[in-house]
């Protein structure tokens, strides 16, 4: 016997969401999304949440699954069983509406904001614009993204700021930085290095372990980063930031962590290097401050051969 | 009351496609019950046809010729030789509309071959075209957003229809359960097919029957809705899809005895046969008891292609086989059924999508399809592969024109708005207030049992008549159903139980329209009457909704160049 135990919230009913448990034995081959069925179609009707395709395509059954986003119609409930239970949640950083249904308004409204078309003002040929099997490959992974809000879901950036466009859009986003029929290259990527954008991404990779297709965010993410960087735009905390890492390393194999915030905000930014004053003194306090001399490493020379190797 | 200048029911290819043709100057609403990415167009693998000649010489007389041919000469000729026309132009519109498609070593839109087509004429995205396709009509609408109004989540009950002229559409928000009005100068039904009424089918859970049986329900004759194409690769007990594209990226179909048998039903072209010939082979070896390991299915192998190949050109196959069977098709072949895939019926539209009510022509005015739900028709009685992202396309274009064209000139109409929306609470209360024992579950599983069984690849007579008489008994008991959950909010029960109400006036349709073909064309196949039968059934059926029972009439098919002549593969 197996136990679902399932998140429950029904606002016409009452205020507060709470747990309940259906047991069953896991029949033969059965997805979690057979699964959940199987609770609703016979055990309780009112059990809500969202579901078209069951082949793994249309993205509408992503759930929390044992404190993870995945696709329910793409796993066999077997083998997510941990101690003959299984857990189920809507999904995150997305507001619930019933049960495992979340509210997908703020998602969508950070895809549009993306200006997710092509932007090709030049007239288009009579037949197709040539494209070579490279250059479509540039674009194929992101392409993948079925929109299912897995990564978005538990992407640990959006936990704490919510202005954050997310992995999906910035996924759907590199899809047109890197499409060589787009003529907007530039003009993306310097609003994709704006507050929310590309530089606010923590590099967890997340999105990457959640992502139920090889759509995988982070590293579309970082594809926009390198455009961004090869196309000059350096005018934001986060391409400083990531400039000044580099250059820290490569010049004494170690981050020099006085000049990295400094450089990051920007030498002219007054209100910025303000700002960055009490997370000095807090830092005083709790004699976390690096050492004020930066020494490089013994084998620097090895590091600098690296950059050398690497053509930086 | 909501108004649109034309509201648009449904956002797959067909709806979206329509939507970017009418909102260049109309006001435009378009609704969905699921969101439009989560459409069922975009659960399409292999391809979409179009006579481009990327990789051979290619004409669009040739595309008409193998489309007639594959739909068994019962395709109304003038549809298809504008529709194969229109696909080269279709394409490259998709191509500079941003659509990725996967290109040939100098640039152009790649081609492989599909069944039933004599040229490599499948313009494919790997083995994602429709889901590629989709995307990128949906950022089309994002791109035009201020001019199109999408209403995800909401489900159509009704057309509102006066004399011969349509006015709008009854709808409901599924999140909060508010029962609208939406009226229009123009309603377009892109809603899709109704794959779902089979036990094994490839459809999603969304395609059931709600566009039809709206338009049935106003009086509309059904078409041709005896042609279910059933597809040849579903997954074994589940009847998800795996694409044609791996047969014609070079898959083995391989029974019990381990012998690749085609060569015994369509010797020319294999496993690339069209889709009715292949699923019949399959269906045959199965039930002389060659299936594999004496079960009720057979293999398909793609062993010999290669990792690479596989990665390259058929990924989502290969990871739909890891995920759901815990199979690699690189190691191990793949064990496939038959599975219910694409309707080739619907409702009767002329050559702009315009719906039309009879045998004559005489137009439902206001009101256009195009889609899986309409039927023009250019599929006749089997469709080949890709060429129903086609149809979705082209007609969602046409459609989608004649609409502008005629919500231009015309005016809104009157619309007693608490007549219609009483109506659909009352359907709502209806459903609310029994306190019957009847499991909706047992009845929809014993609808998709009755229909596999007795209305599937192999039809006859007395199984048809049982199976009509088991829907009649399910309608029945539908009536006595027990209901868990009477809220407003995000209602998803209530929504299945009225799906399963369409799905089960659906299944009556097709099987009563498959009695009365005593013939075998295409995808319908009569055990009992195994040879196609021209002089008497080279016509289309219409079915109507009668006083007690269905009233069935008859239209002539179009034939304009290519006559008759007997199917040979």
């Known amino acids: 016997m197996s136990k679902f135990k399932i998140k429950r919230y029904n606002p016409e009913k009452q205020a507060e969401a709470y747990f309940e448990e259906f047991d069953f034995e896991i029949p033969e081959g059965a997805t979690l999304l057979d699964c959940m069925n199987h609770i609703k179609w016979t055990m309780d009707g009112s059990f809500t949440f969202r579901m078209s395709c069951r082949s793994a395509i249309c993205g509408s059954c992503a759930v929390r699954v044992n404190g993870h986003a995945t696709l329910a119609c793409q796993k066999q409930a077997v083998d997510l069983l941990k101690k003959d239970e299984v857990v189920l949640e809507p999904l995150g950083n997305m507001k619930p509406m019933k049960d495992l249904?979340?509210?997908?308004?703020?998602?969508?409204?950070?895809?549009?904001?993306?200006?997710?078309?092509?932007?090709?003002?030049?007239?288009?040929?009579?037949?197709?614009?040539?494209?070579?099997?490279?250059?479509?490959?540039?674009?194929?992974?992101?392409?993948?993204?079925?929109?299912?809000?897995?990564?978005?879901?538990?992407?640990?950036?959006?936990?704490?700021?919510?202005?954050?466009?997310?992995?999906?859009?910035?996924?759907?986003?590199?899809?047109?930085?890197?499409?060589?029929?787009?003529?907007?290259?530039?003009?993306?990527?310097?609003?994709?290095?704006?507050?929310?954008?590309?530089?606010?991404?923590?590099?967890?990779?997340?999105?990457?372990?959640?992502?139920?297709?090889?759509?995988?965010?982070?590293?579309?993410?970082?594809?926009?980063?390198?455009?961004?960087?090869?196309?000059?735009?350096?005018?934001?905390?986060?391409?400083?930031?990531?400039?000044?890492?580099?250059?820290?390393?490569?010049?004494?194999?170690?981050?020099?962590?006085?000049?990295?915030?400094?450089e990051s905000m920007g030498f002219f930014n007054i209100k910025g290097l303000l700002e960055l004053v009490p997370v000095g003194l807090r830092m005083l306090l709790k004699r976390k401050v690096p050492p004020i001399f930066h020494k490089s490493i013994d084998d620097v020379q090895d590091v600098r051969r690296i950059f050398r190797k690497l053509n930086q | 009351m909501i108004k649109h200048d034309v509201v648009i029911v449904g956002s797959g290819l067909a709806g979206m496609r329509a939507a970017l043709e009418t909102c260049q100057g109309l006001n435009v609403g378009i609704l969905t019950k699921v969101y439009p990415t989560r459409s069922h167009s975009g659960a399409a693998q292999g391809g979409i046809a179009a006579s481009l000649g990327s990789t051979e010489p290619d004409s669009w007389e040739e595309h008409m010729y193998d489309t007639i041919k594959g739909g068994d000469f019962l395709s109304d000729q003038d549809a298809v030789e504008e529709y194969v026309k229109a696909a080269p132009g279709v394409i490259y519109d998709l191509e500079h509309k941003g659509c990725i498609f996967s290109r040939t070593p100098d640039g152009k839109i790649a081609q492989r071959a599909f069944g039933g087509h004599s040229k490599p004429r499948a313009c494919f995205a790997a083995d994602r075209t429709g889901h590629n396709i989709l995307h990128a009509l949906h950022e089309q609408l994002i791109k035009h957003s201020e001019r199109v109004k999408i209403y995800s989540e909401w489900f159509m009950h009704s057309l509102i229809i006066e004399g011969n002229r349509c006015h709008g559409v009854v709808v409901s928000d599924i999140q909060t359960g508010a029962v609208e009005v939406i009226q229009a100068k123009a309603v377009i039904f892109c809603t899709g097919g109704y794959g779902r009424v089979c036990k094994i089918t490839s459809n999603a859970f969304a395609s059931t029957a709600d566009g039809v049986m709206a338009a049935f329900h106003a009086g509309i004759p059904l078409e041709d809705a005896e042609f279910v194409q059933f597809h040849p690769s579903g997954l074994y007990r589940q009847g998800i899809l795996f694409s044609e594209a791996a047969r014609s990226e070079g898959g083995y179909l391989v029974n019990g005895k381990g012998e690749r048998f085609m060569d015994k039903y369509a010797p020319s072209r294999m496993e690339l046969a069209p889709r009715d010939i292949v699923a019949r082979a399959e269906q045959s070896e199965i039930d002389a008891g060659r299936g594999v390991n004496g079960e009720g299915y057979i293999n398909l192998d793609l062993r010999h292609l290669g990792a690479k190949r596989i990665n390259e050109r058929l990924p989502q196959i290969r990871q739909l086989g890891l995920d759901f069977i815990g199979v690699d098709c690189v190691d191990e072949p793949l064990p496939i059924q038959p599975t219910a895939h694409y309707s080739m019926g619907g409702i009767p539209t002329d050559k702009y999508g315009q719906v039309i009510i009879d045998a004559e022509g005489t137009p439902m005015e206001g009101f256009f399809a195009a889609g899986e739900c309409a039927c023009v028709s250019v599929h006749g009685a089997n469709r080949l592969g890709t060429n129903s992202l086609l149809e979705a396309v082209v007609f969602g274009t046409r459609s989608g024109k004649a609409a502008y064209e005629y919500a231009k000139n015309a005016s809104f109409g009157s619309i007693d708005e608490g007549r219609e929306k009483t109506r659909v609470l009352k359907v709502f209360e209806d459903i609310f207030q029994r306190d019957g024992s009847e499991s909706y579950n047992d009845i929809r599983n014993e609808m998709k049992e009755v229909m596999t069984t007795n209305c599937g690849v192999f039809r006859e007579e007395s199984k048809l008549k049982h199976c009509i008489e088991t829907l009649k008994n399910l309608q029945f008991r539908y009536k006595k159903g027990k209901v868990t959950d009477r809220g407003k909010l995000f209602n998803t029960e209530l929504y299945e139980i009225i799906e399963l109400g369409n799905m089960l006036e659906m299944a009556e349709i097709i099987s009563t329209a498959a009695l009365n073909r005593k013939e075998s064309r295409g995808g319908h196949f009569r055990s009992d009457h195994p040879k196609r039968d021209d002089e008497n059934f080279l016509k289309h059926t219409l079915v109507y909704p009668g006083k007690d029972e269905l009233d069935i009439k008859y239209k002539p098919v179009v034939i304009t160049k290519h006559q008759p002549t007997e199917r040979t593969y």
């Open chain 1, 101 to 262: 249904a979340v509210d997908f308004t703020q998602f969508w409204d950070k895809v549009n904001k993306v200006n997710p078309y092509l932007k090709s003002p030049s007239t288009p040929p009579e037949k197709e614009r040539l494209q070579s099997p490279e250059e479509f490959k540039l674009i194929d992974d992101a392409s993948t993204c079925i929109m299912c809000g897995a990564c978005y879901s538990d992407c640990n950036v959006l936990e704490v700021d919510e202005n954050f466009l997310g992995p999906a859009a910035l996924a759907k986003a590199q899809r047109f930085v890197s499409d060589t029929r787009d003529e907007n290259t530039l003009e993306r990527v310097k609003n994709l290095s704006e507050y929310g954008g590309i530089w606010d991404c923590t590099h967890c990779a997340e999105c990457v372990e959640r992502c139920p297709k090889p759509a995988q965010p982070f590293y579309r993410i970082k594809e926009i980063m390198t455009v961004a960087l090869e196309k000059g735009v350096h005018d934001n905390v986060g391409a400083r930031h990531a400039l000044s890492f580099v250059d820290s390393v490569k010049h004494s194999g170690r981050l020099n962590e006085n000049k990295l915030p400094v």
